[in-house]
């Protein structure tokens, strides 16, 4: 992914490719943290559990390196924790839970790029080009030609399909809004009162469903290990990573890379064979993705 932003020093093309890596390979783990983590328990449980877990490494790195955030921006810092993890996540994975197909799930979040890529022309001055904008249609292409075998399959109602398209939109917004607003935080701090507020959400949500008890059995604890540290500070700390120093479209588009790489993560842990049409899908991600990276120029890093 070194070529990915042509136009600045190669230090700096290098750290973006490393960053971008980061972002596909941890945020396509969360999908096998899941899989792991509600063969188990339920997935309020595992999430709820989850963010406990992350919050109080989060807070307690916070308090040693004596970070306090803002009481001007944790306000805001805490929607975005909302949107981003609490409403994305568990719009996502209730939906699954509930009956949506995976392979559903993720073509319905492919069009979150085309979502974020429209809306961030007017709001944010990230304009597309007609080859960046081919490029976006054709990672939907590509994610579809990945998940194929998976869908149409399950007997889910309008409200299963409500709650992922539901979530889509939510980290559409989140990450439309994380970067119009820019505020003047580090990543520690950010995480910090995401983190916290997702903890909140998810355990009360598993206070309301009577699922607070984790299980006994260790191997939901290492899927909780599993989440935490791949998913959640691996995952979502490299997408709002990439998110400050390559801007909402290039951090969503790296989003169509993530079905093929979960594909393989569920091949080498699992041994679920893909698909006939994955490997052709994912070259077709691939070069969507080449397509709006490197048309786009990229903003100042903050």
């Known amino acids: 992914m070194t070529s990915l932003i042509t136009s600045r020093p190669t230090s700096t093309r290098r750290a973006d490719a490393v960053a971008a890596t980061l972002l596909v390979v941890m945020w396509s783990s969360g999908f096998i943290g899941a899989e792991l983590g509600t063969r188990y328990a339920p997935s309020d449980t595992l999430l709820g559990w989850r963010y406990v877990a992350a919050a109080a490494i989060v807070s307690s790195w916070a308090l040693v390196r004596g970070v306090r955030p803002d009481r001007h921006t944790w306000p805001r810092l805490a929607l975005l924790g909302l949107l981003c993890q609490c409403l994305y996540l568990g719009g996502v994975v209730t939906g699954v839970g509930i009956g949506v197909p995976p392979g559903t799930a993720a073509l319905v979040a492919a069009l979150q790029p085309l979502l974020v890529a429209v809306v ?43 709650l992922v398209v539901g979530g889509m939109l939510a980290l559409s917004a989140g990450t439309l809004l994380e970067r119009r607003w820019r505020l003047p935080v580090t990543l520690l701090e950010s995480l910090t009162v ?3 507020t997702a903890a909140a959400f998810f355990m009360t949500v598993a206070t309301l469903d009577h699922h607070v008890q984790p299980p006994s059995d260790p191997r939901f604890w290492w899927s ?16 709002l990573l990439v998110l400050r120093r390559s801007g909402a479209t290039r951090v969503s588009t790296l989003l169509f890379l993530t079905p093929p790489t979960t594909a393989l ?25 080449t397509l709006v990276v490197r048309r786009a120029q990229a903003p100042r890093p903050r």
């Open 224 to 239: 909780v290990v599993w989440v935490v540290g791949l998913s959640t500070f691996g995952g979502y700390g490299s997408y």
């Open 194 to 196: 995401q983190t916290l």
């Open 120 to 162: 961030a022309g007017p709001l944010l001055g990230e304009r597309t080009s007609t080859v960046q904008r081919t490029g976006l249609v054709l990672g939907v292409v590509g994610v579809a030609l990945v998940v194929a075998g998976d869908l149409g399959e399950g007997s889910a109602g309008p409200l299963a399909y409500a």
């Open 265 to 289: 993560w569920a091949f080498l842990m699992f041994g679920t064979r893909p698909a006939l049409l994955a490997l052709p899908g994912a070259v077709v991600c691939a070069l969507a993705v």
